[in-house]
């Protein structure tokens, strides 16, 4: 049976994870607006690994927020996973960010009193789930990045790219609609990022949607498709052909 075109669309847009749509953000300074978003389109599907990249003033960070619901547009829509972020409140913010968003930060923000088991499941307890849900799922995320063996030690007796694989394991833990990673190997040496960044592209390849924030050329060549800002707008966005090995 041949889909209609209707169904197609709607096809279409069930496969679209973010639509944002002439989102614009102004900043007071003073007497003065700094417009540092000045009207940004950008879809990304279910399932893609982009990277986004700009130079200082560029907005990304700005974008970033935005993305990550840590902010509202001044105008324009962004619609995640179907629902319209840039009109919500501020508990549907906290609650939409919990639930539909994996972050992780360069400086890996764990609760250095806390075990890595504990760190990873804090998104289930805001999200409601029982001790066992959490105890069951964090222990599954935490063998999954490469810490079975250390879900009892604190943050202080992890070396950093461990600490940065809780992190990691913290924003898979709810099953969120996207991954989003600022800068992630911003404070590891480069043995430890190039683990990191296999790590992001296991967990692309295991289905989930991944968006870096970055401003290194060799952390952006992990993704498939890199969108670059200049002076709050999408100067280039550019896909790359991703090579499927012959059977």
């Not at 990277?51 to 962004?78: E, F, H, Q, R, V």
């Not at 996973?81 to 919500?88: L, V």
């Not at 992630?184 to 990191?196: F, R, Y």
Request: charged share 30%; net charge neutral; proline share 4%.
């Amino acid at each position: 049976m041949v889909e209609s075109p209707s169904n197609k669309r709607k096809l279409k847009s069930m496969s679209k994870v973010i639509e944002i749509r002439s989102i614009t953000r102004d900043f007071p300074l003073g007497q003065e607006v700094v417009k540092v978003l000045k009207g940004i389109d950008l879809d990304i599907e279910r399932g893609e690994y982009v990277a986004i990249m700009g130079p200082s003033g560029s907005g990304k960070s700005t974008l970033m927020n935005l993305l990550g619901c840590l902010d509202t547009p001044t105008s324009g829509s962004y619609i995640l996973n179907g629902k319209d972020a840039s009109k919500m409140s501020d508990d549907e913010l906290a609650e939409i960010r919990n639930k539909e968003i994996g972050f992780v930060f360069q400086t890996f923000n764990l609760l250095p009193r806390t075990t890595a088991l504990d760190n990873v499941a804090l998104p289930m307890v805001y999200a409601g789930a029982t001790k066992s849900q959490r105890k069951e799922r964090a222990e599954e995320v935490l063998r999954s990045v490469g810490l079975g063996d250390r879900m009892d030690h604190k943050p202080n007796q992890l070396s950093g790219g461990q600490r940065q694989r809780v992190a990691v394991g913290r924003a898979l833990v709810n099953k969120p609609s996207i991954i989003l990673a600022d800068e992630p190997t911003g404070n590891l040496d480069s043995k430890t990022s190039v683990e990191i960044m296999n790590l992001f592209d296991d967990i692309h390849a295991a289905g989930n949607t991944v968006i870096l924030v970055t401003h290194e050329e060799e952390i952006a060549e992990h993704a498939h498709r890199v969108i670059r800002l200049k002076d709050g707008r999408i100067e280039t966005d550019e896909r790359k052909r991703v090579h499927t090995p012959a059977v």
